[in-house]
């Protein structure tokens, strides 16, 4: 009887579970089919499966602007050297916080606490950034990022895991802390340097509202604003007069946002998939430990 009724539960969650994924996986299958079909077929509906009129002229569109380019290329850099310098930063005063001998560990605790629930609001935000003259600067991306609180917890309590005995014998051995750190605790912390690495990616990656606030040069501008930018003007892209007649009957306001929006998102995806398996072990250790 117990047999028939786990059974029964594993066929209902399986079901459930490709439902879920059915419904998380549509919109971005949907996005994707719009954005390969000629805008004014689209605009009669009934899309749902497949491209009805197979069409690149969205993309050709998207791709003409050289923002585009400027875009990825701040987008990416600023993604590589904001997640690394995050994360090592990050890992550095999770190591501090995770040892007891620590002088004022707890009030250090607490006083990132604080930081994690306060702040003081963005006018003031903006001016301390202003008076460290990082306004219109690339740096603007990557030193307000250098600490996060949450990931600190989060790999605090996975370095407090760490056999103290490991700890013990370097110390012997005459190694220092910092030493200790970067040959021993990094190296048994990929899990949870691979998460943490991750969403500090997909944050920098998906970003525009600081670029927005903080900067005004075009140079500066991140693939994920110029997007925005695009989608909101892409009533005025369609008809613009450097888009070639031939090409103009091919798209529309909704085909070329479509376009837009997989141009960015496909890259954090193709990411992704490598760092799952570390995602996992690493959100479930440095959230269940400690």
Request: with cysteine; proline share 4%.
């Amino acid at each position: 009887m117990a047999s028939k009724k786990f059974d029964l539960f594993t066929i209902c969650n399986y079901a459930f579970l490709a439902l879920f994924c059915l419904v998380t996986i549509y919109p971005v299958y949907f996005v994707l089919i719009g954005s390969f079909n000629d805008g004014n077929d689209y605009m009669r509906g009934g899309i749902f499966l497949f491209p009805r009129e197979f069409s690149l002229a969205n993309y050709q569109v998207v791709l003409q602007d050289e923002r585009l380019y400027t875009g990825f290329k701040i987008s990416i850099l600023r993604t590589v050297v904001g997640t690394v310098t995050s994360v090592f930063f990050t890992a550095m005063v999770a190591y501090a916080m995770s040892r007891k001998n620590l002088m004022a560990r707890g009030p250090y605790y607490w006083i990132h606490l604080v930081t994690l629930f306060f702040g003081g609001g963005l006018i003031p935000y903006f001016l301390v950034l202003k008076n460290l003259h990082l306004i219109n600067s690339f740096w603007v991306y990557i030193i307000p990022t250098l600490f996060s609180v949450f990931n600190m917890i989060i790999f605090s309590s996975f370095f407090r895991e760490i056999p103290e005995e490991i700890h013990e014998s370097a110390t012997v051995d005459g190694a220092g802390d910092f030493r200790i750190f970067l040959a021993l605790f990094i190296p048994l912390s990929a899990p949870v340097l691979a998460t943490v690495a991750l969403w500090n990616a997909v944050g920098h990656w998906n970003s525009f509202f600081d670029a927005m606030i903080f900067t005004t040069k075009g140079d500066l501008m991140p693939l994920q604003l110029f997007l925005m930018k695009m989608i909101r003007e892409a009533d005025v892209i369609s008809n613009s007069q450097y888009v070639p007649p031939q090409v103009q009957k091919k798209i529309s306001v909704q085909t070329i946002r479509m376009a837009a929006i997989m141009i960015s998102t496909v890259p954090i995806l193709l990411v992704y998939p490598f760092l799952q398996r570390f995602f996992v072990t690493g959100f479930m250790v440095g959230s269940l430990k400690g």
